[in-house]
């Protein structure tokens, strides 16, 4: 959580100016992913705001700007987020 905080002050943000979340399903390993759903997950039921999974193969290029112009009806809301982990 140090580490997302650090992030958000380094780029003079805060919790209160999110105002949807993208979690990473996989795959991946399954600590990472875990983790990474389960901070995405707390924050945002902390927030009351939207939390959207996607999978890696929905990146294009490495692109995140990409994630936020993609329609949201193609990606996994909060209750259905299922990981997808590798070994």
Known sequence: MIL???FLKEHDSNLD??????????PGKISG?????????????AKNINLYGFLSE??????VDHLVKVDKKNFTNI?????????
Do not use: T
């Open 17 to 26: 100016k999110i105002s949807e979340i993208f979690v990473n399903q996989g």
């Open 33 to 45: 992913i875990r983790n990474s759903i389960a901070i995405a997950k707390g924050i945002a039921f």
């Open 4 to 6: 997302i905080l650090n």
């Open 79 to 87: 209750n259905l987020i299922k990981p997808l982990y590798s070994s």
């Open 58 to 63: 929905q990146l294009k290029d490495k692109d």
